[in-house]
């Protein structure tokens, strides 16, 4: 592993430029006796507290993450809860929604658990269902429209990517959707304006509740605890003495570590630096790490040809932390960020190998930094 001299914060330096569908009507079903499996109550949010994050250089806007960040929710509304025991399911939604629970079968086929909230014209559907059921979940078939990927949201403490219909400029619909170890998900938002549809459009404050009910959806009972990343393989290491740090990465990925540096502790010696190099095809995913107050500097050597721009944020040790990409001629070459509190900085970047492809040819695809930003998530502290 080519050892690191040059500190990531001189990335700043560079010269910085701008990179320069139709929703599907969500019909509200007809509404079903509450079953004992369901139920709601009233909540009043309480703030989680998080670390103080990484100050980090100020970037133009990215046409790769136009969405803009959720506004403080948290006001005089009350929101309410859902609970379902049987699913061991819940999330929280805003209290002057109407919900209704809806279940039976989709054509002659089994249909998933779902939910359904409503507000005037805005419709909210939360599908699930347990993995051994016949159901699926899913939008279904989509009229024509452009599909984009809008930012990521954490649904259950696993990044997914927020999609959204759109459809002569205007915001039409927004889901996610994912597969966890027991249960898979479905959630999608749209405005159902009926025969006037070229009017239907979602707000940013429409965005923002949407990001809320998916951020709030947790596991409940003894399904709580399930493993997020059901046959990923496991990392961890001791970098100091009561510092240590884990993370959990797919199989079809390889793993090798290295040091770049290392101190002697106590007629020992522990390390100043550590290097891990996730592998898979042509990709390479580079995790380097140190305590906050080593001299050691962690960073590239050099910085590709190509514009730098934010690219939005993933969760990082519970710290929301933005994402810088690099594109060039068209092609996104560099995925990176970094992360820095009293005890531990972080460098962590995704790129091709330059050892199998040309920097001509690489192009980050969708499935690839889905993935990064997972193994990122999944990141822990083990030792304080």
């Not at 050892?355 to 690489?362: C, D, K, L």
Request: hydrophobic letters at 40%; glycine letters at 8%; one cysteine or more.
């Amino acid at each position: 592993m080519k050892k690191q001299s040059v500190r990531f914060m001189a990335v700043v330096g560079l010269t910085v430029l701008i990179l320069g569908a139709c929703r599907p009507r969500i019909p509200a079903a007809p509404p079903v006796t509450l079953d004992a499996e369901d139920s709601v109550s009233a909540e009043t949010p309480e703030p989680e507290a998080s670390p103080t994050p990484t100050p980090l250089p100020t970037l133009p806007p990215s046409p790769l993450s136009t969405s803009t960040p959720p506004a403080d929710l948290e006001s005089e509304d009350e929101w309410a809860r859902y609970v379902n025991e049987a699913y061991g399911l819940t999330f929280s939604y805003p209290g002057d929604w109407t919900i209704e629970f809806l279940s039976g079968t989709a054509e002659g086929e089994a249909a998933p658990h779902a939910v359904g909230l409503t507000l005037d014209t805005l419709r909210v559907r939360v599908e699930f269902r347990r993995l051994e059921e016949e159901s699926s979940v899913g939008p279904g078939s989509l009229p024509d429209g452009q599909i984009e990927e809008r930012d990521v949201l954490t649904l259950l403490g696993r990044p997914v990517p927020k999609y959204v219909v759109v459809f002569e400029g205007k915001d039409k619909a927004a889901f996610v959707g994912e597969r966890f170890a027991e249960i898979e998900i479905y959630i999608e938002m749209g405005d159902d304006r009926g025969e006037a549809y070229a009017a239907a459009e979602l707000s940013a404050a429409d965005h923002d509740v949407f990001d809320r009910i998916v951020g709030s959806v947790e596991r409940i009972g003894t399904t709580a605890a399930s493993d997020l990343y059901p046959g990923w393989e496991s990392y961890s290491a001791d970098i100091a003495p009561g510092l240590g740090l884990g993370l959990r990465y797919p199989p079809t990925w390889t793993l090798s570590e290295g040091l770049l540096a290392t101190v002697p502790a106590e007629q020992e010696t522990h390390a100043a630096a550590v290097v891990v190099e996730l592998s898979r095809e042509t990709y390479q995913l580079l995790i380097q790490y140190k305590q906050a107050d080593e001299a050691t500097a962690i960073g590239p050597d050099t910085t590709p040809e190509g514009i730098i721009s934010e690219g939005g944020t993933v969760p990082l040790l519970g710290t929301p932390t933005e994402r810088y990409v690099i594109v060039h001629e068209d092609r996104l070459k560099m995925v990176f960020l970094t992360y820095q509190d009293e005890r531990l900085e972080l460098y962590i970047a995704l790129t091709g190998d330059p050892q199998q492809i040309p920097y001509t040819e690489i192009d980050l695809p969708e499935t690839v930094r889905h993935e990064m930003d997972q193994i990122v998530t999944s990141i822990v502290r083990l030792a304080e």
